[in-house]
């Protein structure tokens, strides 16, 4: 018996084991929110369905870029599509005319299947008669669903200049946006910035290769620049303009720019001088 003793003992440690992992298998597994850090722009209910639009850092939808992120879920049992197919259009009801702003297409993210991300460029705010509405048209278990939304887009809360819609010298009309930095240092910045051309009233196609020249200056400060500033050339793997921008000082930066097309004809933009103190083209930043 007692060399039978160490066995028995064996078994029942196993068998106990063997208990706690099958109870612990049977415990529901909670899913995690991958949108639990992001702000809801917007929750519209339609077709039995809830679409969220979220951002990562805005509490609502500015002038300049807007990165969106997308959700569909299903009212029902409460479940999220995943690899739903999305479009969207915004469109600008003027008292006189619509038009559209540019866009990207929304794609699904790679960290989760549920959620799909894109951007859109609004070139002005709504007001009190005129105001922006965007249709998704979706498709989620082989049928296509369709809903418009009205939706309030106001100027930065800063009041600084982020998006530009110009005439060029070529007679285009362009849009011009900076997508960053979102929170600038007292560092070498990276700065990125998108370009579109009006090719009609709702067709806003990107334009590559051309080059944007960066000036920085503070205007309040003698208006001094500052030093390792890069200019932004196309980036063919992102689809933006990259750049280096220098901020020496915490304060008002104004980004002076010159627009280059690909022959290096100058579209919009001048030279910062003792003369001309700033470009007609630019961005604004205070942090």
């Not at 900076?178 to 990276?190: H, I, R, W």
């Amino acid at each position: 018996m007692k060399t039978i003793k160490p066995f028995i003992v064996i078994f029942i440690v196993a068998l106990v084991l063997s208990s706690c992992t099958s109870d612990g298998d049977d415990s529901p597994k909670i899913e995690e929110n991958p949108m639990a850090e992001f702000n809801l722009l917007a929750n519209i209910e339609a077709n039995g369905h809830s679409l969220q639009l979220y951002s990562e850092g805005k509490n609502g939808f500015t002038t300049g870029y807007n990165e969106i992120f997308v959700r569909i879920k299903d009212n029902a049992d409460e479940s999220y599509f995943a690899d739903p197919e999305i479009t969207w259009m915004p469109v600008m009801h003027m008292m006189s005319m619509n038009h559209s702003c540019p866009k990207s297409d929304l794609n699904i993210t790679e960290e989760n299947n549920t959620v799909s991300k894109g951007y859109l460029v609004f070139q002005m705010a709504g007001n009190t008669d005129e105001f922006w509405d965007i249709t998704f048209t979706y498709t989620v278990e082989g049928k296509e669903y369709s809903l418009t939304e009205t939706i309030d887009v106001v100027a930065p809360s800063d009041g600084k200049q982020k998006v530009s819609s110009f005439m060029g010298s070529d007679d285009v009309r362009y849009v011009l946006a900076m997508a960053e930095p979102l929170d600038p240092q007292v560092a070498v910045n990276d700065i990125q910035a998108m370009l579109f051309k009006m090719e009609n009233m709702m067709s806003f196609p990107a334009v590559e290769n051309y080059t944007i020249a960066l000036d920085p200056r503070m205007p309040g400060m003698g208006n001094h620049s500052s030093p390792n500033n890069e200019d932004l050339t196309y980036d063919t793997a992102a689809k933006s303009y990259k750049g280096k921008l220098s901020l020496t000082m915490t304060g008002y930066w104004k980004l002076n720019l010159k627009l280059f097309n690909g022959s290096g004809e100058v579209l919009k933009g001048e030279d910062v001088t003792e003369e001309n103190e700033a470009s007609s083209l630019y961005f604004e930043l205070e942090f």
